[in-house]
């Protein structure tokens, strides 16, 4: 029998856990500054809807569509990721008031 190849050792599993911090924090820093940046879409998608020319809907629609909505998805996945290395982001916060909430009215 031949022996069995050892295949090569994933990085991440021998890291050490100052290192993980480190990752963390660096993730928590590009989700703040991809909520910052989703913050100005949404409010820029505001103001073009509320200034009434006859191109502002579709205007306001695609960035709506396709930068904001798609932001806050990669933004959820972002969270689950910070998450798991201990982390927590604005989106873990909001998850936490409104479970709160809905436990709260269930009693």
Not at 5 to 17: A, G, Q, Y
Not at 43 to 55: K, M
Not at 60 to 78: E, F, I, N, Y
């Amino acid at each position: 029998m031949s022996p069995i190849p050892v295949s090569p050792s994933i990085p991440i599993i021998k890291d050490s856990e100052q290192r993980l911090a480190k990752m963390r924090g660096r993730l928590e820093g590009i989700f703040h500054e991809l909520h910052t940046i989703h913050a100005v879409i949404v409010v820029g998608a505001e103001t073009i809807t509320n200034q009434g020319s006859d191109f502002d809907p579709e205007v306001s629609c695609v960035l709506t569509r396709c930068a904001a909505d798609k932001l806050h998805g990669q933004l959820k996945s972002l969270t689950f990721v910070i998450e798991q290395l201990g982390g927590r982001t604005e989106y873990t916060e909001v998850r936490e008031r409104a479970a709160a909430m809905q436990g709260g009215q269930a009693s």
